[in-house]
Structures are given as C-alpha cells and as structure tokens.
C-alpha cells in the first residue's frame, strides 16, 4: 500500500489570505488598513486566494477541524505576532470561555465565524470595523458608527444605533434578516446593502440580490433591485432611486468616488475620515461639481487636488485643517506631507 501523496504546500497568496482574514475578523481596522487590503486584492492571484480562504471559513461545517486550515491560520497569527502594526488585532476582544483566535484554531474551532458577548460593535472617528457573526454574514462599520445585534431563532434582527453600515447578509430563508435604523426597517434574505444614517433620515442603498425597506411611522414598502436605493424621512416618507450602488459603497474599499459632486457635499464626506477637516471660506464654492477618487483619510490630498481644479488658494488652518478660498492657487504655511 503506498503512502499518501502529502499535501501540496499553500501558496504565497493562500498564506497572505489567511493573515488578511485573521487580521479584519472582529476587529478595528484603520482607514490605512482598508487601503492596503484593496491594494493587495487588486492583484488577480490575491483575490482569488482570498475568495478561496472566505469560502473554507464561511463551510465551517466541513472544514472546521482540516488540519492544513488549521496550520495555515496558526502560521498567519503567529506571523502577525512577529509584526508591530498587528499588536492592536492580536489585543482584540476574547472569544467566550477566554479562547484568542490562535487558541481556537489550536482547539479546532470554528475560525472567525463566532458570535462575540458583546451585543454591540462600534467604531471612532478614525477607524472602521468588520464583524463576522454567528450565521456567516458580514458588517463593515464605516467610521463613527454603531451596530446592535440581537438574533432570535426566528430573525436575525440588527439595530443601526449611528453613523454607516454595509451589510453582506448569509442566505437563511427560515430567519429573515432584518436592520432597523431609525425609523426605518430593512429585511432581506440574501443580499449585500448599505444602510446610513444621516441628517433627516436614512439612506438604503443595494448592491446585490433584493431588500424591502418600510418605515416605521407612514404607511408602504418599497422593493430595491441592484443600483436603486431607498430615502427614508424621519417623518416616515419613503421615495426609491436610482444610483451607482459600487460609488455609495467605494468607503469599504478604502476610496471615495465622486461624480459631479457639489464640492459641499465631497467635502463634508471627506471630512467624515479625517481629523485635518477641509473648509470651504467664500461664496460661490459650495456647489461646484466635483468628480474624482481620492483615498479615504487623506483630506490633504482632496484640498490641494480641488485647490488646483478651480484655481483656488490653500491655506492651513487651525488645527491643521485645509482652507479652501477664491483666489490665486496657493498654499500658505508648512508643506506637510500626507503623513504630518
């Protein structure tokens, strides 16, 4: 009887999905972070592997106890612990009975696919979060933002407290998936949506599969397909759109992406990312269209990008922030770079 063939051993970019998995499972990430993850997918090869990894985690059921899973996570952490910038993901929180991560996979767990204590997951004003829970479905908490989870044998019920959240929703047709952001109710079964709070309402925008949205107070649903959104009032008015769902969502991919934006609005969305607010100072600016893409985080680029587009002065401001004014283009103070 001859011996079995050993396995083959993962690649360069199975190994680096492994690590990309372990180091946004349930934990805070900064704008940076997103950004060199979008990067890193770029490359065709990456993607792959990390469509690859996803899907080996999300068949928990099946793969759980592999043991060539099991050693490639326990090589991914153990790789992160020898690097600096993974300290703050290796401190996360502890899964219940006080396993890390690393322990778990050593258990033979199921790996970033638990649900936490805490019912509530939040962000701060410079980071962003993506959570796994119970049933596979995945939250991306844009900035400054809150999510309660409260699942029930019959639902899977969330609670969009503040601020953005996209949601890439596992299919379970005996337990609708449901979001409620005030005033407003979101149900699908198997989807991915975006939902945002803002001044006078909330905003449902879908990128795939179908939602209904209905508000609390008023009366009458809506029904989304891909590229439409929902406007919900406070006052429990309800209207559908259409738009560039991949544009709505670009923040999750570390970019934003305007297109003949009123320069009020790109700038009041820049500043949502950075503690170096750009300001706008005279008349006649706010509503210049803008179109581009720029990095989430980095408002310096922003100014200088618009001072030069419409020929405007740039000067720092208190605090470090950028003012943007009618005028010759030029900038006044320290030359700070990206970083400063």
């Known amino acids: 009887m001859s011996d079995p063939q050993p396995k083959p051993r993962p690649t360069r970019a199975q190994e680096e999905a492994a690590e990309w998995l372990a180091r946004l499972g349930n934990h805070s990430i900064s704008t940076q972070t997103v950004r060199e993850f979008r990067d890193w997918r770029d490359d065709p090869v990456n993607d792959a592997a990390y469509e690859e990894a996803e899907a080996f985690w999300d068949a928990s059921g099946r793969h759980a106890a592999d043991p060539e899973i099991l050693r490639m996570t326990q090589d991914a952490l153990d790789r992160g612990k020898r690097r600096s910038g993974w300290r703050a993901w290796l401190r996360g929180p502890r899964l219940a009975g006080g396993l890390t991560l690393a322990g778990l996979a050593a258990a033979g767990g199921t790996i970033l696919a638990v ?181 989430v985080g980095d408002s310096e680029s922003f100014a200088r990008g618009v001072a030069e587009l419409f020929d405007l002065s740039l000067s720092r401001g208190q605090g470090g922030s950028w003012k943007l004014a009618p005028g010759a283009a030029a900038t006044s103070g320290p030359q700070a770079g990206p970083g400063a």
């Open 115 to 295: 649900q936490q204590l805490e019912p509530a997951y939040a962000t701060d004003a410079v980071e962003q979060k993506v959570v796994r829970l119970e049933d596979g479905s995945r939250v991306h908490l844009n900035v400054d933002s809150k999510v309660k989870v409260a699942f029930r044998d019959g639902e899977r019920r969330l609670v969009l407290a503040k601020g953005e959240a996209f949601f890439d929703v596992a299919h379970d047709a005996a337990r609708p998936f449901v979001v409620e952001a005030d005033g407003a109710r979101i149900r699908a079964l198997g989807t991915k949506f975006d939902v945002r709070r803002q001044d006078g309402g909330v905003r449902v925008t879908l990128l795939q599969g179908a939602v209904q949205v209905s508000p609390e107070a008023g009366q009458g649903a809506v029904v989304l397909a891909p590229n439409q959104e929902a406007l919900v009032s406070a006052k429990g008015a309800i209207r559908k759109v259409a738009t560039d769902a991949a544009r709505t969502t670009s923040w999750t991919t570390g970019r934003l992406v305007f297109r003949e934006t009123p320069l009020a609005a790109a700038v009041a969305e820049v500043n949502r990312y950075s503690d170096r607010k750009v300001e706008l100072a005279g008349p006649g600016l706010a509503e210049r269209p803008v179109s581009g893409f720029f990095d």
